[in-house]
């Protein structure tokens, strides 16, 4: 059985279908901030566990083989809007469900890390990075999420196996969807609006990669042989896109359907900013994202007008909006007691 944490997720809804899709029984082990509505077609498949891996129970570890550990905050807003809360789900919970994992023998420990870890600014000089380049993390969410690779790479020996996923910025439709991610952004306001707004001159770069793809290669680094994927580190890109880029290509798949203008403001201020290589994954474990920028608009369109994802003003489609709005209550029901 594979445990996967924040299976109810942007990503984790998608890979404990693909999970499925292969015969395997997967445990979800989740703090459900955004509801089990993304498993919600294979909730009878799975075994759901509602929890806060700050605490969590060694037993949810019983009869587990391997674990993709994808839980945590997930992105600069919301670890910013608790830096203390996000070291320890990021960092702390990190160390403790890995060492946990280690006395019981579970060899196999995926960890979804963050390709914001390479980011330099905007201004800094202009250069491809790999697994293997000095990296100095800035920003809360990515200095979390290095601090735990740190902790991972120091466990890893013959008993233990801990694999990290550096993924670059994803794209593309989720059950548990998103539109806080530049591309799916861009989706979102060319159905609102028909308008594109790209700041800074969309001169930053990205690397990216859909989330479907990201799902295949975790299960790619559960599969591997262990040899090739103890104590590594591989970056997830298909490719990396200046955002002006990105505006032009979600342009390009909305040509069939309405027509979408681009505003580029040229106004200067800090910004994130860096290119990845994708190589070593593709060379150690032949393993290669395929769906582009273009298909991936495609097939979101066709699924949110599908399935009704359309409230696009809806808070539970924003990491931070939403969380935000359930701390605001969390005080609010402390203050005035029981609701009846």
């Not at 469900?97 to 390709?115: E, P």
């Not at 989706?187 to 001159?201: I, P």
């Not at 910004?271 to 474990?285: A, D, H, M, N, P």
Request: proline share 3%; hydrophobic share 40%; charged share 25%.
């Amino acid at each position: 059985m594979i445990l996967v944490t924040g299976g109810a997720g942007y990503v984790g809804c998608i890979l404990v279908r693909e999970l499925l899709s292969k015969g395997e029984a997967v445990r979800v082990f989740d703090k459900l901030f955004f509801g089990d509505a993304g498993l919600q077609e294979v909730r009878d498949k799975v075994e759901l566990i509602e929890g806060d891996l700050r605490y969590f129970d060694e037993a949810i570890l019983d009869g587990i083989d391997s674990v993709i550990h994808l839980a945590g905050l997930s992105n600069d807003p919301t670890a910013e809007f608790n830096p203390k809360a996000n070291h320890e789900m990021n960092t702390v919970a990190t160390e403790v469900l890995a060492s946990a994992c280690k006395r019981r023998g579970i060899n196999r420990f995926v960890f979804a890390s963050t390709c914001s870890i390479y980011d330099r600014g905007l201004y800094a000089e202009d250069r491809l990075l790999d697994e293997d380049s000095e990296v100095s993390p800035r920003a809360a969410y990515a200095v979390s999420n290095y601090e735990a690779e740190r902790a991972l790479l120091a466990m890893a020996d013959d008993r233990f196996c801990p694999v990290i996923l550096r993924k670059g910025t994803l794209y593309g439709f989720s059950p548990r969807m998103r539109y806080d991610l530049v591309v799916n952004t861009f989706v979102k306001d060319a159905l609102m609006t028909g308008g594109l707004k790209v700041f800074c001159g969309g001169e930053m770069w990205r690397p990216l990669v859909d989330v479907n793809d990201a799902a295949k290669a975790y299960i790619c680094c559960v599969e591997a042989p262990e040899q090739k994927v103890r104590g590594q580190i591989f970056n997830l890109v298909f490719k990396n896109y200046r955002i002006l880029e990105l505006a032009h290509w979600v342009r390009e798949a909305f040509k069939p359907i309405k027509r979408v203008e681009i505003e580029v403001d040229y106004s200067e201020y800090r910004t994130r900013s860096y290119r990845v290589s994708g190589q070593k994954i593709e060379t150690v474990l032949g393993f290669k994202p395929s769906v582009s920028v273009k298909e991936s608009v495609e097939h979101m369109v066709r699924m949110i007008q599908k399935h009704g994802y359309g409230d696009f003003l809806n808070p539970r489609y924003y990491n931070i909006q939403w969380l935000t709005l359930l701390s605001e209550m969390e005080a609010s029901l402390k203050q005035m007691g029981s609701l009846f």
